[in-house]
């Protein structure tokens, strides 16, 4: 069982909803900020939203405005939700935790926006 456990990715047509989720162990997620990066087939891997322990967000340009990041820290998850989805959000999405420069990874998830 590895430390950052993502679920949520599918297909979804353009427009659509997806919320992923990545449940983390108490250890890390006490005291890591939480994000979520993304990698796109022949690109590379690209921050998408982070949020720190105290709730302070901060997102990719590309999608502020659709998508929010949140944490539930008696639940030890954080959450994306992704609104209005496009094409071009199609990609592996990653969990991640950092503390002091140190990064822990999930193993991805699938999402796909196609019609």
């Known amino acids: 069982q590895g430390q950052l456990v993502e679920s949520g990715g599918g297909l979804v047509q353009p427009g659509g909803s997806l919320r992923l989720s990545c449940a983390a162990s108490?250890?890390?997620?006490?005291?890591?900020?939480m994000g979520w990066y993304r990698q796109a087939p022949g690109k590379q891997r690209e921050l998408v939203a982070v949020?720190?322990?105290?709730?302070?967000?901060n997102y990719a340009d590309s999608v502020k405005g659709r998508f929010t990041i949140s944490r539930d820290n008696a639940e030890n998850t954080v959450y994306l939700q992704m609104n209005s989805l496009k094409p071009e959000d199609t990609a592996v999405y990653y969990c991640?935790?950092?503390?002091?420069?140190?990064?822990?990874w999930g193993q991805g998830t699938q999402v796909t926006v196609s019609s």
């Open positions: 949020i720190t322990r105290g709730g302070t967000t």
């Open positions: 991640n935790a950092r503390f002091l420069n140190v990064d822990t």
């Open positions: 108490k250890s890390i997620f006490s005291i890591s900020t």
